[in-house]
């Protein structure tokens, strides 16, 4: 691999960050089939089998115990199927009736297991790790070798593998793995999911994974789904400045004490956990679709309730801003989009789909009430990828009919950007999702590294359109928030605020950043560095007409 390529894959966990390549060790390998037991060792091979199922389930159940959140449930989940009597039944007939090693029964019977789930696709196939992941435990305890699985460092480092198991994901919490690269994997493999509770960027599905040099030094941009082999030393700096996490008091604010509430982005429960404890001001993005992605069933009312319920308790007496699913694009959801589109992210997906499916949208409103009703949370609800005052009227009214009283949405296309203000007749509040309204501003694939200089939110176009609605908002006497990634950086965040937006919600790693480069600055700085950017021809003319008024490099 030549330095400085770059591979392609699909980011399933934000963040940007450099560190040596490291390989996951490798599988066992195929048992012989050809040695077969004669009659009187067969028993023998029998007990081994048992044995080794008991010695697993009790390795996992330690490591679950030492586990929390999801990490747990999935090693538990391995537990159970290592001590499932069926896959030992099955083993152990194999060796009785043909005379099997006791590794070579276990490999024929996962394997057969594993055929079956795949066979069924989408979300069971990826299940099918959780088979060999127990499979190859067994094997090591009956051949007494290790494990294969996540290598122990003291340096940070980036694992590379084809796939993990879940209890390798899993195996990561607390280690010194900072980022994730797998050549297979979807965005609802275990990998996408234990990355994302963890806080680890990750690229899933990179062709060419497994050829990326042991020891390499990679930058893992888990936004854009890229994976730079020996980047240059500034932008390893950069990585490597962004991925400190200052702390935050929990009090956004100006130099003059001009409140700007810094707000976390969740996905579910687990996330809020960590945003309170990141001492975020409340939730000003919570991606419901997150809480569903692997499902094919639409959940129920129950379900929903139980899931936002999960994420209000985290922040009694605050504000969560929810948004109804955004499914569809890049973050398709099995039970929601079932149709193949050429252009799905101008396709059928966020708000649109209430259009085909009136009564999913009803429903998640009526779940997103009773959940509300049940905790103390200031609960607001918004809608994603709105582009008429039509749609948004149509979705304010249903909010109201399910008994929610703050109903705002989403600003991610330049046409509601630019309609602010009569969307402002018919909505309480809006958020602008500058993840999109740049994509949709610039014309430019958001997960496409080629493009990634033009989904740029310091591109003028987009901070005109921002300015836009900032000005409407203040006119109108309501609140603009700001969730996309913009929010977090904090050499964009007073420029931000200058333009009209009233909070910022990120990633709870962010807001320590953001809160100090808010602080040393006042209202009338912001809106001079805003003024200079937006007047810019070109990103690197609004950077440093930013930094001109703002001080610092004014890297974005
Ligand atoms: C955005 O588009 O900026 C946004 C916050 O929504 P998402 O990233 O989930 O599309
Ligand atoms: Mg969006």
Redesign the pocket.
């Known amino acids: 691999m030549v330095p400085g390529a770059v591979l392609q894959g699909r980011g399933v966990s934000p963040g940007r960050v450099a560190a040596r390549a490291v390989s996951l060790a490798p599988a066992l390998p195929e048992p012989d089939a050809e040695t077969v037991v004669p009659p009187e060792g067969r028993e023998a091979e029998v007990s081994t089998i048992e044995w080794a199922a008991v010695a697993v389930a009790d390795q996992l159940r330690s490591r679950a115990e030492r586990a929390r959140g999801e990490a747990r449930a999935i090693l538990d989940a391995s537990r159970l199927l290592a001590s499932d009597p069926e896959l030992v039944a099955e083993a152990t007939a194999l060796v009785r009736a043909q005379g099997r090693t006791a590794a070579r029964a276990v490999w024929e019977t996962s394997a057969a297991h594993e055929a079956a789930l795949t066979a069924l696709g989408g979300r069971m196939a990826e299940r099918a790790a959780d088979i060999r992941d127990v499979r190859d435990r067994m094997i090591a305890e009956i051949l007494r070798v290790d494990m294969p699985g996540v290598p122990e460092r003291d340096e940070p480092f980036v694992l590379v593998a084809t796939d993990l198991a879940p209890a390798d994901t899993a195996a990561l919490e607390g280690g010194s793995c900072v980022a994730l690269v797998t050549a297979d994997g979807g965005p609802t493999s275990h990998t996408a999911i234990i990355a994302r509770a963890l806080g680890l960027p990750a690229v899933v599905g990179v062709a060419g994974a497994t050829g990326i040099p042991e020891g390499a030094m990679v930058l893992v941009d888990g936004d854009h789904g890229s994976i730079h082999v020996d980047p240059d030393e500034a932008e390893i700096a950069e990585a490597r400045a962004a991925a400190v996490v200052v702390t935050f008091d929990g009090r956004g604010r100006l130099a003059d004490g001009t409140r700007v509430p810094l707000l976390a982005n969740v996905g579910g429960a687990s996330d809020a956990g960590s945003a309170a404890a990141a001492h975020a001001e409340g939730v000003g993005?919570f991606?419901t679709e997150f809480c569903f992605l692997d499902r094919t069933e639409a959940p129920s009312i129950e379900e929903q309730v139980e899931a936002y319920r999960g994420v209000l308790r985290a922040f009694p007496g605050r504000k969560v801003v929810v948004r109804t699913l955004?499914a569809g694009s890049d973050k398709p959801l099995p039970f929601a989009n079932d149709d193949d589109e050429d252009n799905p992210a101008l396709g059928v997906r966020g708000l649109r789909l209430s259009r085909r499916r009136p009564a999913l949208l009803d429903d998640q409103l009526r779940a997103l009430a009773r959940a509300a009703d049940a905790e103390s949370a200031d609960v607001e609800v918004m809608a994603?990828m709105v582009a008429t005052v039509d749609e948004a009227a149509d979705f304010a009214a249903r909010c109201r009919a399910a008994g929610l009283d703050r109903a705002g949405i989403m600003i991610?296309t330049p046409a509601a950007a630019l309609l602010a203000a009569e969307l402002f007749e018919v909505v309480d509040f809006v958020s602008l999702?500058?993840?999109?309204l740049a994509q949709y501003t610039l014309a430019a694939d958001r997960l496409s590294s080629a493009l990634a200089d033009l989904n740029d939110p310091w591109q003028p176009a987009v901070l005109r359109l921002i300015g836009t609605v900032g000005a409407a908002g203040r006119a109108a006497g309501k609140p603009v928030g700001i969730?996309?990634e913009a929010a977090g950086d904090p050499a964009l965040a007073p420029v931000l605020v200058g333009l009209g937006a009233t909070s910022l919600s990120m990633t709870p790693r962010a807001l320590g950043r953001v809160a100090a480069a808010l602080d040393v600055v006042g209202p009338d700085e912001c809106r001079r560095a805003a003024e200079g950017a937006s007047r810019a021809a070109t990103a690197a003319e609004a950077r440093q007409a930013a930094a001109l008024v703002l001080g610092g490099g004014g890297a974005g």
């Open positions: 993005l991606r955004d994603p991610e999702g500058t993840n999109d969730c996309g």
